[in-house]
């Protein structure tokens, strides 16, 4: 299978350093930042008033059109091909002679400044724009560096996940310029490929009622993960995507598929992703005006009896009993389990390689959402719309500020035109060459392309691609779109809340969520857990006191 980069593998590496990130909203930790901004969080009349107008591409069709949710709500086209038109978005060179300045975290090896890449790129751009990657392993000790001397580059890339290490709060209006003059309303249409970037996503970038953001890897349907199954083995035992329709569905399903003496189980680690099936929030929910922490709910300790109880009936491997995480995906790929928690982006054209690697006959699938006592309506909340968010820097004038907005309205060219195919591929010929009509990386590609820079800086929004793989495309588009109906936002969607310092331990909750693994691993019980929540209720009081005033009454939930 002929090697390329599609879009949804772009960032696997900078999921797994974010972990769950999708599970919270985007928080900041209060601080000086170099002088007191405009950080925090957004109401919802003044970002009504500055949210930039949504204007969807039409420039290129995919093979498989987005399925609308609800409000804000809808699944990412699907190409089954590489779009040979290419067509041009960006009508000349978008700048006009500046020279500056990006850092974007990378995670691989860091591309020689200067090279042929990065070279036709300043030529298509009309600037010249140095890149620096830095280390996204060190990138949270990196940037607060530069922060604390006001050594900021002229445009850098701030993750959501790393909001309070960064204090991008703080550092919102201080170092970081305001966009809203720019891009709010119907302004944003001068950049229409920005434009055609969901309003979700600039939400995430809002803070303090202003545009501070520039959106990468956007979707309208950002889940955390699911729980997916080895469709090629299930299949042959019947079992299809809905057939689970309860937690007892799944609970029987472990019992029949594990096989101990053969050295298969039935399940890896599941709790994370699939906790929510019990109805129960990423952390916060709203009853009677009131906010109630998931750790208060019923449902809540009956998704962790659930799971304890997995573990001893003996259906979870041993070795992910025993934490060890890092070989999942192998035992996955062996067939030693069947079942597995993961992050959307794992469904995709490198996974289906590797699992092909290991069984010729490899498919993913995955479970429909569904309600656990198989009666409610089947609920998943949304994930943030990004974490994945560049910032220009405040000392930059107004007519370099408008040159690298219409470098970003380049680099957020839709998935398959010109403008993308050289972000993505650099230059036919030298980085890539047509192969069955997929770009394909020669080796000055994979030596100067392929480690992702240009795209942190901006991006379209997602799409499920996989050249090469038509069905995984398929499978997941499937997916996507039988789900949307059951997708929500949850509380504080999309919202930068900039907690103080003094909290974000009782936000972390860092002991309940050890002693909740624990329980998920059979190591401790239910009570255990209930004895952590108990020690961790003062200060997640206190939390949600402080969420109640500063948050709740001030701005709302963000739904």
Known sequence: MTEQMNRRTLLN?????AGTAALAPLLSACGNGGGQGSGGASTKKGLKAVLPA????????????????????ATDPGFLTYP?????????????????????PLWGTIPSPGNSFYQAMNKALGLDLTIKPADGNNYLTIIPTM?????????????AWWNSGFNTGGLAGTQLADLTPYLAGDKIKKYPNLAAIPSGAWQAGAWGNKIY??????????????????????ETKGVTADHVKSADDLFALGKELTDAKRGVWAFDDVWTYLFPFWGVPNKWKVENGKLVNKYEMPEFLEALDWHYKLAKAGYVHPDALAGQDAAGATRFYAGKVLISGGGTGAWNL??????????KNYRRGAVNIFAADGSSKPSLFLGNSTGTISYLNRRLKKDQIEELLAVADYLAA????????MVNYGVEGVHHTMVKGVPTFTDAGKKYVQPQTYSFLASCPQVISNPGADQVTKDFAAWQAANVEYLYKPVFWNMNISLPATLATADAAQSVEDTIKDCCHGKQKVSDVQDAISAWKSSGDRLRQWLTSNVLEKYGTGQ
């Open 13 to 17: 590496t900078a999921v797994a350093v």
């Open 414 to 421: 839709p998935y398959g035109s010109a403008e993308y195919t």
């Open 213 to 234: 953001g520039i959106p990468s890897y956007s979707s309208s349907a950002v889940v955390s993960g699911t729980t997916f199954y080895r469709r090629d083995i299930l």
């Open 350 to 359: 490198s996974d289906q390689q590797s699992g092909a690697a290991a069984d």
């Open 147 to 159: 922060t604390s001397a006001k050594k900021l580059p002229d445009w850098i890339q701030l993750p």
């Open 84 to 104: 040979a038109a290419r067509p041009r978005t960006v009508d000349s060179v978008p700048g006009k002679g500046g020279s500056y300045t990006a850092v974007t």
């Open 54 to 73: 949504y204007v969807p591409d039409s420039s290129v069709k995919p093979d498989i059109p987005s399925v609308a949710g609800g409000t804000d709500i």
